[in-house]
């Protein structure tokens, strides 16, 4: 299984919590950015013609916030020169208020099947604190024009005065529009972010606290149908996020934009976050790369067991096994004994028990070297 990863890196405003490659004040150099973004979609392709790819993930930014044309562009430019799957999971990251009937005909036309929103709460005074530009009746009008589509929902935890009755209020909204799937993420102050202050001026819940509302809303999203099969992860049945299993199984991916990253022949290699490098990169006929690195020996299985043990079924010994040519429990005997109480242990695989899966870095970070 391998996937494809596309940046867009515009918004209409940065939320208070987003560190990641997105600027609401660069929007006048769409033109060329998605020109070159096409020009490294192609320029890629020769070296990756032996692959078929199972998914593709429009994320940002705000791809939704684009013209359409620009994401119809994407797709086929993907389609004309790659191979993909017959049921190829194509997925694009929506903020609810930037919708509209035309993008999303447009959308489901170029062959988009996923759509992934972002709802983060059901209540607009904490909405506006983080800067998002939607309120509750823009979700509920996305929503609707979404209507019997493959359909996931992000929903944040540990926000400000945040309390189990939001957590179950924003779960409840995101039912509501239809949901088959939701993502339920810690939230983490990222250094450099205005919610970093707020982080250090004591503001929001505590480790303890975000850990008990987490845990509210694992029980409420699985009296709700949704299954947990990542530690932020949730889904009905036949709902799973393939592009994401694809990260946590180690699988492959190549990333396009700035700030993508890849991961192809256990060469692991990320693209400037810089607009303006990257344009300049691409149309002198250049990689955009700043960061490039070959995975080796004992870091490949340890990147293994890190991403395997944070799905909730863990992994199969038999395929550690194969892969490696060790054999898990007897290499990691010394390591295992540290952590053995928070392990489902078989003849057949290893997982983290499921009470224990929300602080699986303490556990995980045992078998680091």
């Known amino acids: 299984m391998s996937g494809i990863y596309v940046h867009i890196p515009f918004c209409k405003s940065k939320c208070t919590y987003c560190d990641f490659a997105s600027y609401p004040r660069e929007i006048s150099k769409a033109d060329i950015y998605f020109a070159c973004l096409y020009k490294e979609i192609k320029a890629r392709a020769e070296s990756l013609k032996d692959y078929v790819f199972d998914t593709i993930y429009l994320g940002g930014g705000t791809p939704s916030f684009v013209d359409e044309k620009y994401i119809v562009g994407i797709l086929r430019q993907i389609k004309n020169f790659y191979t993909l799957s017959k049921d190829c999971e194509i997925t694009i990251e929506i ?36 800067n998002r530009i939607h309120n509750r009746e823009d979700f509920l009008l996305a929503t609707k024009l979404l209507k019997g589509e493959n359909l996931s ?17 924003t779960i409840d909204l995101a039912v509501q529009g239809g949901a088959s799937h939701i993502s339920a993420y810690a939230l983490k102050p990222e250094e450099g972010t205005p919610m970093f202050g707020k982080y250090l001026n004591g503001d929001l819940p505590s480790e303890d606290e975000t850990a008990e509302l987490y845990d509210f809303a694992r029980k409420y999203l699985e009296e ?4 947990r099969y990542e530690v932020s992860n949730f889904a009905k049945d036949g709902f799973k996020s393939r592009h994401n299993l694809n ?8 990333g396009f934009g700035v700030s993508a990253s890849s991961f192809i022949k256990e060469r692991r290699f ?8 990257y344009t300049a990169c691409i149309l002198r006929g250049r990689v955009a790369e700043i960061f490039s690195e070959e995975i080796e020996g004992d870091e490949r ?10 799905k909730d079924d863990g992994f199969l010994l038999a395929d550690f096994k194969n892969k490696f040519n060790e054999d898990f ?38 078998f680091m070297d």
């Open 224 to 227: 709700n149908g949704f299954k």
């Open 301 to 310: 299985e340890f990147e293994y067991i890190m991403l395997n043990l944070r």
């Open 95 to 130: 903020n609810p208020g930037t919708l509209s009937e035309e993008k999303v005909k447009a959308y489901k036309k170029v062959g988009i099947n996923r759509f992934s929103v972002g709802l983060q709460s059901a209540d607009d005074k904490m909405l506006a604190k983080l």
């Open 329 to 366: 429990t007897q290499k990691y005997a010394d390591r295992i004994k540290f952590v053995r109480k928070y392990l489902d242990l078989t003849e057949d695989y290893v997982r983290i028990k499921p009470e224990y899966i929300y602080v699986q870095n303490t556990i995980i970070i045992y």
């Open 247 to 254: 990260y946590w199984q180690r699988g492959e991916y190549i």
């Open 270 to 277: 990320t693209n400037t976050e810089k607009i303006d490098e």
């Open 153 to 169: 929902v992000d929903v944040m935890i540990g926000l400000e005065n945040q309390t189990e009755s939001d957590v179950k209020d």
